[in-house]
Structures are given as structure tokens and as C-alpha cells.
């Protein structure tokens, strides 16, 4: 099972605006967390959140996550070495999380993408997109709770990628929508 499955009903930390923008509501004080991760074949994963609720009602959370990949080996058809391929990707996340009554949490986020492709011989690819994450958590007992979110309402990326003449080619992804429910205790 996805973490995130069980965690949109747990996370009450800075790691709230990525799993349940709700839990915002939930975390106390200030918190700063940050990830390096160098992966196997020359992949990069490195991400920064900070969450601050000072209200007891309502808190605030934001986060930038970076994943990149460099120093691939670009090939012609008959193997012929052409240069390095790069591909690197960043989301900036804005949340909000507040509570309505002692049980019940509601959040949301904002998130921007922002995706380049860099390949020899070839015109740069980039795209950049937004998109919207709705979250909920309902406490039912003292230390069990239920989670529910939708994650990439309206979240796509818009490619563009320069031809020759200064000309450009469009297209554009949508992100999968997704509907997450989970439970903790």
C-alpha cells in the first residue's frame, strides 16, 4: 500500500503540505525539514518544507521539491556518442490547513511544476503547469483518525519546445487525478 494511502490521515508535521494539507491545522510551533538523496544512475531527489501554525487553528506550509537527472549518455540510431542529456523537474507547494470544530481539518495546495529536458543537437523542451490538492482529516477518537484528499485538480504541464525559425511546438499533460483515503492510529 502507498504511504500516502495511511499517512493522509496522520500527517500533522511539515510534511503536511505534501501528504494532507489539513494536518497543518494539527501541527503546533514551527518546523523545517530538508532531503538530499543522491540515487542510483546519477538521478538527484532534494526537497525543503516549512510549516508554521502559531494560531492553533490554522497553519501554513510551503515546500520545493527538485528531482533531476544529468550526464546521460546521448546516442545517434548507430550508437554514435552526441553529448549529455539532462532532464530536471521542480514543484513549489503552497498550503493552508484549518481546523472547523474540535474534530474535523480541511486544507488545500498550490502547486506550480516547472520541467526542462535539455538534449544535444536539439531544441531545449521546457513545461511548467499548476495544479490543486484538497485534503481532510476527521478525528474519531482521541487517537484515530480518518483522511481523505484529492490530489492534481486541474494540474497539468504546458510543453513547449523551440523549433527551427523560431518557430514552437505545443502540447499539453494533464496530471491523473487522484482520490486517496486512509486511516490511523
Known amino acids: 500500500m502507498d504511504r500516502g494511502t495511511l499517512f493522509i490521515a496522520a500527517a500533522d508535521d511539515v510534511s503536511a503540505p505534501y501528504w494532507n494539507p489539513a494536518g497543518l491545522a494539527r501541527l503546533r510551533g514551527k518546523a523545517v525539514q530538508s532531503s538530499l538523496q543522491a540515487l542510483s544512475q546519477d538521478r538527484l531527489h532534494n526537497s525543503a518544507s516549512f510549516a508554521l501554525n502559531v494560531r492553533g487553528d490554522m497553519g501554513f506550509g510551503f ?45 488545500f495546495t498550490v502547486k506550480i511544476f516547472d520541467q526542462g529536458i535539455d538534449v544535444p543537437f536539439s531544441p531545449q523542451a521546457k513545461a511548467s503547469g499548476s495544479g490543486l490538492d484538497l485534503g481532510a482529516q476527521f478525528r474519531i477518537a482521541e487517537h484515530t483518525w480518518l483522511g481523505a484528499g484529492i490530489r492534481n485538480l486541474g494540474a497539468k504541464l504546458d510543453w513547449k519546445v523551440s523549433l527551427a525559425n523560431q518557430q514552437s511546438s505545443s502540447t499539453e499533460d494533464p496530471l491523473p487525478r487522484v482520490l486517496i483515503l486512509g486511516a490511523a492510529h
Open 63 to 107: 515546500a520545493w521539491s527538485h528531482a533531476s537527472v544529468g550526464e546521460i549518455d546521448g546516442r545517434t540510431a548507430s550508437g554514435q556518442y552526441t553529448g549529455p542529456i539532462a532532464d530536471r523537474a521542480n514543484a513549489f507547494i503552497v498550503a493552508v490547513g484549518r481546523t472547523l470544530g474540535p474534530r474535523l481539518a480541511l486544507g
